[in-house]
Antibody
Framework: EVKLVESGGGLVQPGRSLKLSCAAS????????MGWVRQAPGKGLEWIGE????????NYTPSLKDKFTISRDNAQNTLYLQMSKLGSEDTAIYYC????????WGQGVMVTVSS | DIVMTQSPSSLAVSAGETVTINCKSS????????????LAWYQQKPGQSPKLLIYLASTRESGVPDRFIGSGSGTDFTLTISSVQAEDLANYYC?????????FGSGTKLEIK
């Protein structure tokens, strides 16, 4: 069974950093581009960025490029999202997803930025 | 960035009716090498992750009912849901993957009367 399980979310104060993880199982993780998408409460989907199989290519949506860093550890079948200088506008559900072919999505993890 | 303009933002229909959702991109999504349009449609039911319905503008993902039909080319695309069922209550999003950053439409909320 394919699983993508995000973790690391929660309540964080404005200006702080947070690192999300996405543990993959049930498919060949190192064969896939992987990405992050977020969804603010009651809003639409926003693509954050993607990383290729060997981490040699990482693309971001321009407005988040200076705040967010995507990485992966193929040995651990895990995708990461390092988020810095968080503000209230970053409050959202964060999804990891595979790209290409039939995409797999995680269930999402909530990040709330508030003092 | 490629801007995806989706309409309508919401609609309410009775079961059995046909629904049309439109998506317009700010530039062509047609790739000349593969001769394909890089446009996907997602369905997101309440409290769930998005689910891919259609890719390459008109190819139905495995397991998706054939009442979901994607069409269009270039900059104008349509998702048609024929004979809507109660289980189709969801938000629907188009997404272009022609170029990074990948971008989504603003979504269409489908309600069942």
């Amino acid at each position: 069974e394919v699983k993508l399980v995000e973790s690391g979310g929660g309540l964080v104060q404005p200006g702080r950093s947070l690192k999300l993880s996405c543990a993959a199982s049930g498919f060949s993780f190192n064969d896939y581009w992987m990405g992050w998408v977020r969804q603010a409460p009651g809003k639409g989907l926003e693509w954050i960025g993607e990383i290729n199989q060997d981490s040699s290519t990482i693309n971001y949506t321009p407005s988040l490029k200076d705040k967010f860093t995507i990485s992966r550890d193929n040995a651990q079948n895990t995708l990461y999202l390092q988020m810095s200088k968080l503000g209230s506008e970053d409050t959202a559900i964060y999804y990891c997803a595979s790209e290409g072919g039939s995409p797999y999505w995680g269930q999402g993890v909530m990040v709330t930025v508030s003092s | 960035d490629i801007v995806m303009t989706q309409s309508p933002s919401s609609l309410a229909v009775s079961a059995g009716e046909t629904v049309t959702i439109n998506c317009k991109s700010s530039q062509s999504l047609f790739g000349s090498v593969r001769q394909k349009n890089y446009l996907a449609w997602y369905q997101q039911k309440p409290g769930q992750s998005p689910k891919l319905l259609i890719y390459l503008a008109s190819t139905r993902e495995s397991g998706v009912p054939d009442r979901f039909i994607g069409s269009g080319s270039g900059t104008d695309f349509t998702l048609t849901i024929s004979s809507v069922q109660a289980e189709d209550l969801a938000n629907y999003y188009c997404q272009q993957y022609y170029d990074t950053p990948l971008t989504f439409g603003s979504g269409t909320k489908l309600e069942i009367k």
